[in-house]
């Protein structure tokens, strides 16, 4: 039986398969080139493989051309679906079509009187000092507002006026538009006339109705209506990528990536919880195959071309309600993931007075200077130029046919240009080497306070955690940054260069139910609040499925509270003691903000239910020692490397010739097939029985 695992990119599709045909690996042995083939436990295999994510010549879609390739279909053969126990997916369609403004024509049905609630928003201004303000467009293209209304108290004012709605329900739908969002004033308490004027719409022929209460059921119109109208917008073209997928799979168990890190079916997959979906599947890879490695605090460093995210875990997944992704603001539990437009391809430049890294990215075309498109120089280059990146160990995919290495003499050149030109107008004399350095550490100072932001300036001492490190730039710093931030350990799995796709087949199932409370925390209400738990587990449990798990199942039951008169809530565990909450609310309180207030009321602002359902999970292999412990590696070569303001003789090994119980002191360079990994001077690497690289400071940090 075949399982896929993949995750969609921007740039490319990642696909992880787990195998036990035989046969399947004897082909595919045959393009080592094409695809790096893992044994594993019980006479399985683990195989890895990256195409293009879009290719119109050659494919309509990335991921089933991926299985294809790796079962070794031409395109006009029938993809054997029997053969295929599961595929688990995650999607940039959806974040895509926000960012390019792609979604479905969307109306708005709103409580009368609020017709510009959403336009108008919270008045918040990022840029405090910006003149001249740009609103994000609105996803919405019309506009209904409804005679209707309900008091907070659930007295109705307004009966809903029928004959109205029906009328410019119509003149809507015959515009052209398929797709409505409703969102009534107090309806996440009160929804019976949401259900009213959905039920008129869905006879109408909307294809897609998009409810408040049942997409965000939390007080605040505004918050609640743009989620809905999110999901409204994305949920159409999510659903026809699903159903083209599906269409190429029958019968086979297909799942989705959600923003909040579990799997759910494709038939349940929605618009409002896609937007994270790829980055979610990089942030379980991380945490499940370090905890695999047997670290429990862990910061997740994911770095690619154009941007780098940063999580923080502690025991369990962190998740933020309140979002805002390309101008589009949500309310629905997602992940919390800070990303800062820093990576590889990151723009350098000298403005006359300092140093600049970003936020412009060369991306891939032109890309980095060293690309051969007469691109501008970036981080890469910068790398490139320190001795850390050399062209020899680089895919050969460059120039006018495709088949040349990286142009490391244009990196050479352009940086002593730019070493001329500093040092013309600073009157500071500085080696094109020292000027590459200095780029390189103001890049890593940016990627270090997207750290920061996640773990100290929130109470956590970073040094006690481990840095995983993966995507395809990631390894080359990663020294670099955990001296900046005091961190002493880094983890580098080795399908780090794919970790965002191997995390689909480490995932469980999860369903999530939340519901608005707003009442102060008293012993009075602990009764009620057992009752809408067990509502919450109730509505949970009906889009689980019971296929494919191991039988292990948790349940998570969570209040958001705050003090009365603020804000800021913060996640707690449910508890039938108040003594209980009040003390793990005043815990994290006291480390978040530095202070409590004992003598203030707590509120409840909402309540959720999580079930896990635990999934059968891909096993790691263990590897055996060949070598006397006595004979250390050998390097294919030496090169030379500039840190710490000098060149060092660096030894360059493959990963692939490294043994358990290795140790690699640096200066030294590991190449894989999918990264190059730098071990800086005063580190060392180590490499484990499950084929893990540890990095340890060897010197305490002065």
């Known amino acids: 039986m075949l399982k896929f695992f993949a995750d969609r990119g921007g740039t490319f599709t990642d696909i992880v398969a787990v195998t036990d045909d035989e046969q399947i690996i004897t082909q595919l042995a045959q393009h080592p080139q094409r695809f790096l083939i893992v044994p594993i436990p019980n006479q399985q295999w683990v195989i890895v493989y990256k195409l293009l994510s879009e290719n119109p010549e050659q494919y309509q879609d990335a991921a089933i051309q991926g299985i294809r390739d790796i079962i070794s279909l031409s395109s006009q053969e029938t993809i054997p679906t029997t053969a295929i126990e599961v595929v688990k997916m995650g999607t940039t369609v959806a974040t895509n079509a926000l960012l390019e403004r792609t979604g479905d024509r969307v109306a708005l049905l709103i409580t009368k009187g609020f017709k510009d609630a959403l336009r108008i928003g919270y008045q918040n201004r990022p840029d405090i000092f910006a003149r001249h303000i740009i ?94 109208v999110v999901d409204a917008y994305l949920t159409p073209i999510l659903r026809r990528y699903v159903n083209q997928v599906a269409n190429q799979l029958p019968q086979v168990k297909l799942m989705f990536m959600k923003s909040d890190g579990g799997l759910v079916a494709a038939s349940q997959f929605q618009g409002k919880d896609s ?56 309310r629905v539990p997602v992940l919390a993931i800070n990303t800062i437009a820093a990576g590889g391809g990151s723009i350098l430049f000298f403005d006359g007075s300092s140093y600049r890294v970003g936020p412009e990215s060369a991306g891939s075309n032109p890309g980095p200077a060293c690309y051969r498109r007469g691109g501008k120089l970036t981080v890469t280059d910068a790398n490139v ?46 080696t094109p080497e020292q000027v590459a350095a200095g780029f390189l550490a103001i890049a890593v100072e940016n990627m270090a306070n997207a ?192 840190s710490a303001n000098q060149w060092h003789h660096a030894p360059v090994y493959q990963r692939e010739d490294l043994q358990p119980e290795d140790i690699i002191p640096g200066s030294a360079i590991i190449v894989e097939k999918i990264s190059t990994i730098v071990v800086e001077p005063d580190w060392q690497a180590r490499l484990t029985e499950r084929n893990h690289l540890i990095l340890q400071r060897r010197h305490s940090i002065s």
Request: aromatic share 6%; with cysteine; proline share 5%.
């Open 135 to 228: 609103l994000p467009t609105m996803l919405y293209e019309q506009v209904i507002e409804v005679d209707e209304r309900y008091n907070a108290q659930g007295e109705e004012l307004e009966p809903v006026n029928i004959a109205q709605v029906k009328q410019d329900l119509a003149t809507v739908y015959h515009t052209g538009i398929r797709s409505c969002a409703i969102v009534f004033m107090h309806s996440d308490r009160y929804p019976q006339h949401e259900k009213q004027v959905a039920q008129i719409a869905a006879e109408i022929g909307f294809t897609q109705i998009s409810v408040s209460h049942q997409v965000s059921p939390l007080m605040k119109i505004v918050s609640r209506g743009d989620t809905t």
């Open 275 to 330: 937007i994270l979906s790829g980055p979610a599947g990089g942030i379980v890879g991380a945490v499940q195959t370090s905890k695999r490695a047997g670290f429990e605090l862990v910061i997740t460093f994911d770095m690619g071309g154009t941007s780098t995210d940063v999580a923080h875990f502690k025991g369990e997944y962190e998740r933020q309600l309140d979002s805002e992704i390309a101008g589009a603001r949500m």
């Open 385 to 430: 130029m320190l001795g850390k990146i050399h062209p020899q160990y680089f895919p050969a995919v460059f120039g006018i046919e495709g088949n040349l290495p990286l142009d490391k003499q244009i990196v050479l050149h352009k940086f002593s240009e730019l070493a001329q030109e500093i040092a013309q107008v600073t009157k500071n004399q500085r």
């Open 451 to 642: 750290i920061k932001k996640i773990s100290l300036q929130r109470g956590y001492d970073v040094s006690q955690y481990t840095l995983c490190c993966f995507g395809g730039a990631g390894a080359q710093v990663a020294c670099l940054i955990a001296d900046t931030l005091g961190m002493k350990t880094i983890f580098l799995h080795p399908y780090a260069g794919v970790l965002s796709a191997y995390g689909m087949g480490l995932a469980d199932i999860r369903s999530m139910r939340e519901a608005g409370v707003e009442q102060p925390l008293t012993p009075e209400l602990i009764p009620q609040l057992q009752q809408l738990m067990n509502t919450l587990e109730t509505q949970s449990r009906n889009e689980l499925t019971s296929e494919g798990v191991n039988g292990a199942e948790s349940i998570v039951q969570k209040l958001n509270l705050k003090y009365a008169g603020t804000n800021s809530t913060l996640n707690i565990n449910f508890a039938s003691e108040i003594a209980i909450m009040r003390q793990e609310f005043e815990t994290e309180h006291q480390t978040r903000y530095g202070f409590i207030q004992p003598e203030k009321t707590l509120i409840i602002e909402s309540a959720s239910v999580e079930i896990i359902q635990e999934m059968d999970t891909p096993e790691e292999p263990l590897i055996k020692r060949t070598r006397p412990l006595n004979q250390p590696p050998q390097p294919v070569e030496t090169v030379k490397m500039f």
